[in-house]
């Protein structure tokens, strides 16, 4: 639990600085219509941060079918475990 | 095609058969029409969708077989793409009535009447590919029922220009055609239709003559005419594609049958980014799915540039796909560069964003977005590059504003009947699309909307025109 709070914390914080916005909250509902600076760029950037940060690599099928932060979340949560 | 008197004939004995024989044999009806539809325009057309339909299923098969043997299946899926890659390029750009068989770079630009070598080519290849992949990457199970699989890419309706469809979205539809006569959808379907008698008739037909004065090689408009003149084309382009989308999905919806949305108000976008968002949205959905983001996600730790490598690609197919000519490889790079730039001054925009007034800001754009569509449009319809430097220089030429004679040159002179005529295709273009959301919402409803259509009608019948010939710009591609 306390790991899974401590990649929330990180993914949080990869957010903030992918998206260059101090006060982001994370929350699972989040969608790329909600953050001025996500689009299809920033959106590999992030893939590419979450990736290298944690040491894990998320499969191609599984970035294509993320609808918000939940799912990317839950995928992150899946392949650290 | 799907704009004249025969068709709708075709169309409502289709429906009145469809609904009266048994609910087993509709699929065999819904695919024995579209044949006969594509066969009566060309017949070796016929021959096309059925062997490479054929083709596709043999092909998927194997490729599955061999996925589930652990099997060669990397040779196979090639040898798929490569079959529909050679016929999507053959078919569209080798001439085969030049001596010999050369590219046939010459009718890679714009020319509506261009001979027609095996009609909704371009759009089924792309199902197919498709769902080959789809196959390949285990998202999707081989289908068994062949006769849906044919349906899905003869389906008349769609048949000739889109929207392409997925297997996921419209095999499940062909596969349960059991359902009785539902007036919501035949309501829906009519309205849907009429609105795109109108668009086409009407608006486009309409602005037709103006943007064939401005392209035309004589024409001696200048300054803001000529530019006026330019952008017309784009709403020319939208107005006759949006129509025939309008047309396919109503006559689709009339069975039942939902078709997906290519468009949504790509006029009101805010960016290059968001306008393709908007317009063509099948087509950019594919490309999207089985270029963009796989050249980006394999060439993510290169960040920024992984983006600009797609983008390039994704765009340079695109305009390949629509021809094969310098104009539309200046198409390509117009939006290589607009989408290069957006990608790379993100943030700038956004801190822009939050300093200006959020109307102006909005209004702006959508100026700015407009504008920049209509320059690389310019190429995608201009007849050769001399043509569409020519316009150009013209744009630029003084005086910018012949106040006394404005319009005069994109109305065949200027008497008074023609500027007549220009004003109110303006006042009829300006009104649509200030309203066209009110409208299309109006319209695109399951309930009857008598006195609307009835007023819509008469409005079709004062400024239609009915004896141009022209056909659906999209046709040749």
């Known amino acids: ?81 | 095609m799907l704009v004249s008197l025969a068709y709708l004939v075709f169309l409502s004995v289709v429906l009145i058969v469809f609904y009266n024989i048994p609910t087993s044999w509709r699929l065999f009806f819904l695919l024995s029409v579209s044949l006969l539809f594509l066969g009566y325009y060309h017949f070796y057309s016929v021959l096309f969708l059925v062997g490479l339909t054929a083709f596709t299923l043999f092909i998927g098969k194997h490729l599955q077989d061999s996925i589930e043997k652990k099997a060669a299946s990397k040779t196979i899926f090639y040898f798929g793409l490569l079959v529909h890659l050679l016929f999507l390029f053959g078919l569209k750009y080798v001439d085969v009535h030049a001596q010999g068989i050369g590219l046939n770079i010459a009718s890679g630009t714009f020319q509506t009447q261009t001979f027609l070598v095996a009609l909704g080519l371009s759009f089924y290849t792309l199902q197919n590919i498709a769902y080959l992949i789809e196959i390949y990457l285990g998202r999707t199970k081989v289908e068994k029922n062949y006769l849906a699989f044919f349906t899905y890419n003869a389906f008349f309706p769609k048949l000739i220009s889109g929207p392409i469809e997925s297997t996921r979205s419209f095999l499940p539809q062909l596969k349960s055609l059991d359902q009785s006569f539902d007036w919501a959808n035949f309501n829906y379907g009519i309205q849907r239709i009429f609105m795109g008698l109108f668009k086409k008739m009407v608006l486009a037909e309409r602005l037709l003559p103006l943007v064939n004065n401005t392209f035309g090689l004589e024409t001696p408009a200048t300054g803001l005419t000529c530019w006026v003149g330019i952008c017309l084309f784009t709403l020319q382009l939208y107005f006759d594609f949006s129509g025939y989308m309008d047309i396919a999905l109503g006559s689709a919806r009339l069975f039942g049958l939902k078709l997906s949305e290519n468009f949504n108000y790509p006029f009101r976008a805010t960016s290059i980014a968001d306008f393709w968002r908007k317009w063509h949205i099948t087509l950019i959905n594919w490309l999207t799915q089985y270029l963009y983001y796989p050249i980006v996600y394999r060439f993510r730790q290169w960040k920024k540039a992984s983006v600009l490598l797609a983008l390039t690609l994704v765009f340079l197919l695109s305009g390949i796909w629509h021809g094969i000519g310098w104009t539309f490889l200046l198409w390509s790079f117009c939006h290589i560069i607009y989408l290069s730039f957006e990608t790379l001054t993100k943030s700038y925009r956004v801190r822009l964003s939050q300093k200006m007034p959020s109307t102006f800001y909005t209004f702006l754009s959508i100026f700015i977005t407009f504008n920049l569509v209509c320059l690389g449009q310019l190429f995608f319809r201009a007849s050769s590059l001399e043509n569409a430097f020519d316009l150009l220089k013209r744009v630029f030429s003084f005086p910018i504003l012949e106040r006394p004679t404005f319009f005069a040159y994109l109305a065949d002179g200027g008497t008074q009947e023609h500027l007549f005529n220009i004003y109110s295709t303006f006042l009829l273009v300006g009104l649509f699309l200030l309203f066209e959301k009110r409208i299309c919402q109006h319209f695109f409803s399951e309930n009857l909307k008598v006195l609307s259509l009835f007023i819509g009608i008469l409005l079709l019948m004062i400024f239609g025109i009915f004896d141009s010939g022209a056909q659906f710009i999209y046709l040749q591609f």
């Open chain 1, 1 to 81: 639990m306390k790991e899974k709070m401590n990649h929330f914390d990180t993914l949080q914080q990869i957010f903030r600085s992918v998206f260059k916005e101090d006060t982001l909250i994370l929350k699972r509902e989040l969608q790329a219509k909600d953050v001025a600076m996500w689009d299809s760029l920033t959106h590999v950037e992030l893939i590419f941060e979450i990736e290298n940060t944690l040491g894990i690599q998320i499969p191609f099928e599984r970035v294509l079918a993320f609808q918000n932060a939940g799912d990317l979340i839950d995928c992150v949560t899946e392949l650290t475990q």
